[in-house]
T-cell receptor
Framework: RKEVEQDPGPFNVPEGATVAFNCTYS??????FFWYRQDCRKEPKLLMS???SGNEDGRFTAQLNRASQYISLLIRDSKLSDSATYLC??????????FGDGTTLTVKP | NAGVMQNPRHLVRRRGQEARLRCSPM?????VYWYRQLPEEGLKFMVYLQKENIIDESGMPKERFSAEFPKEGPSILRIQQVVRGDSAAYFCASSRQGIDTQYFGPGTRLTVL
């Protein structure tokens, strides 16, 4: 079993749609959690950190469920510019971060 | 406030040559990480370093690969006797502390002919 597993995708959605990505992790000692996006195999860029209380940044909402070892990302009102690969990242502390393989999103007009 | 810098951005080597990839972390960051992304695959952790110390090299291939982060200067990822399978994008990231957000450089695309 992989340490971090994501929905394989790809997700193809029309503009304006709401889309949700899921991610599960296996190590209960994981300490911090992030979503990154990666465009066309350029460098990953931080989208948002994920907290147990949930956090929102504009059209993006991230949620963490420690009991179920589950992280989610919700994108509302999808834009063409949201097309990218979304990476779930779990940090064990001591510098050890594990990246999921990513979920590809394509938003179509 | 410059971000993470990597050079070269593109590197072409013939089989058997050496490749040296350099990474300068963001100002104020003393933790450096190297990742490899093979074509059509996800990011894979290679090594985590602090100044003059390798903290975690569990993702490094056992042979031909080495990394350092000297007291002065950039971090270096060195690949000796490259093979075609080493062709990949190599990303460096840095953070202020080991648990903090990692910020990525633009990567070095290595092509082995």
């Amino acid at each position: 079993r992989k340490e971090v597993e994501q929905d394989p995708g790809p997700f193809n959605v029309p503009e304006g749609a709401t889309v949700a990505f899921n991610c599960t992790y296996s190590n209960s000692a994981s300490q911090s959690f992030f979503w990154y996006r990666q465009d066309c195999r350029k460098e990953p860029k931080l989208l948002m950190s994920v907290y147990s209380s949930g956090n929102e940044d504009g059209r993006f909402t991230a949620q963490l469920n420690r009991a179920s070892q589950y992280i989610s990302l919700l994108i509302r009102d999808s834009k063409l510019s949201d097309s990218a690969t979304y990476l779930c990242v779990v940090n064990l502390g001591a510098g050890k971060s594990t990246f999921g393989d990513g979920t590809t999103l394509t938003v179509k007009p | 406030n410059a971000g993470v810098m990597q050079n070269p951005r593109h590197l072409v080597r013939r089989r058997g040559q050496e490749a040296r990839l350099r990474c300068s972390p963001m100002k104020g960051h003393s933790h450096v990480y190297w990742y490899r992304q093979l074509p059509e695959e996800g990011l894979k952790f290679m090594v985590y370093l602090q100044k003059e110390n390798i903290i975690d090299e569990s993702g490094m291939p056992k042979e031909r690969f080495s990394a350092e982060f000297p007291k002065e200067g950039p971090s270096i990822l060195r690949i000796q006797q490259v093979v075609r399978g080493d062709s990949a994008a190599y990303f460096c990231a840095s953070s202020r502390q080991g648990i903090d957000t990692q910020y990525f450089g633009p990567g070095t695309r290595l092509t082995v002919l």
